[in-house]
């Protein structure tokens, strides 16, 4: 039996995993380019593709297709048919987390403050909130959400968790979404790491927003949409409660967004993943795909597609 051929979006990908998996053929190829002379059995995209993208797949035979993202919301609109969609599980989360702790910390221990203290070479001491015994409400308790808890631990706050369905797991209760409304009114900071759909899109709204105690901070690393973005201008802009976003809606955020220029908030530019471990978890992830196929077995992390609809079944 020949080798499987894998293609990849950059040369350096390619030289990376070809010097270490022998059973493969590696190219470079991205969609919507010329046709190369084998359609690859997988074919791993770009990262930070917009959705749209997978549209350039239609007719190109390629029938499985690995994501360097987490995220697979919007996909399922431009994925052709009999195609299959693996997200990148293992790969961001961490760095995520590790984002989403530098913000809490960020805004709980006034650095954005001093640093322009610095740049007035002034000397401003003030106490700031803090972390230890601060109450977090953590929504989501995915890849991310699991990342975030252990890293929040040793920083000892009063962490709260909550996702679509009640349980316990080894970080101990998990409560359900409708006990969510309650507990935001004694929330000192609110973390959003759930997926983006159709339940959670515009889930913090001026609702939800209302019911926060003034001063909180709200810490965003899942995706824009999941914040209705004009409740929260008007939130943040009166100084009532802050912010720490690494997501937005609009993104990018437009220059002269007042979000921009609403006091105490932290905006980061969709950077929660995207350091340089990336490299080297990505490519954990094609070698495991690598090694599935040549052994027959199913793709790892199959989210959307038939190989998604042979998961579920299993």
């Known amino acids: 039996m020949g080798k499987h051929v894998i293609a990849v979006p950059d040369g350096g990908m390619r030289e990376r995993l070809s010097a270490v998996d022998s059973s493969a053929t590696y190219i470079v190829w991205e969609a919507g380019g ?17 959705a749209d993208y997978l549209s350039r797949l239609d007719g190109a035979g390629v029938a499985l297709v690995q994501s360097q993202m987490l995220g697979f919301d919007g996909i399922a609109s431009y994925l052709p048919p009999g195609v299959t969609y693996c997200n990148a599980v293992g790969v961001h989360e961490a760095s995520t987390a590790e984002l989403a702790l530098a913000l809490v910390l960020a805004a709980q221990r006034g650095i954005p403050e001093a640093l322009s203290d610095q740049s007035d070479g002034l000397w401003n001491h003030v106490r700031t909130p803090g972390l230890a015994g601060k109450s977090v409400v953590l929504v989501g308790v995915g890849g991310v959400g699991r990342a975030i808890t252990t890293r929040l631990a040793p920083f000892d706050p009063e962490l709260h968790r909550f996702a679509r369905t009640e349980r316990t797991d080894e970080f101990g209760l998990v409560q359900p979404m409708g006990k969510l409304p309650d ?26 927003l209302a019911r926060m105690k003034d001063g909180a901070l709200l810490v965003n690393v899942s995706r824009g949409p999941v914040v209705v973005t004009d409740d929260l201008v008007r939130e943040t802009s009166e100084g009532r409660l802050r912010a720490a976003l690494d997501v937005v809606d609009p993104e990018p955020l437009p220059v002269g967004h007042p979000l921009w220029a609403s006091p105490g908030v932290i905006i980061t530019p969709h950077g929660g993943g995207d350091t340089d471990a990336m490299t080297a978890r990505i490519d954990r992830v094609v070698l495991e795909q690598s090694r599935r196929l040549a052994a027959g077995e199913p793709p790892a992390n199959a989210v959307l597609g038939p190989g998604a609809e042979h998961a579920r079944r299993a």
């Open 34 to 50: 010329e046709q190369p002379p084998t359609t690859p059995d997988l074919l791993v995209l770009p990262y930070l593709i917009t």
């Open 183 to 208: 507990a935001l009114a004694s929330a000192d900071i609110v973390i959003l790491a759930m997926p983006l759909d159709d339940t959670t899109r515009g889930l913090a709204d001026a609702a939800f």
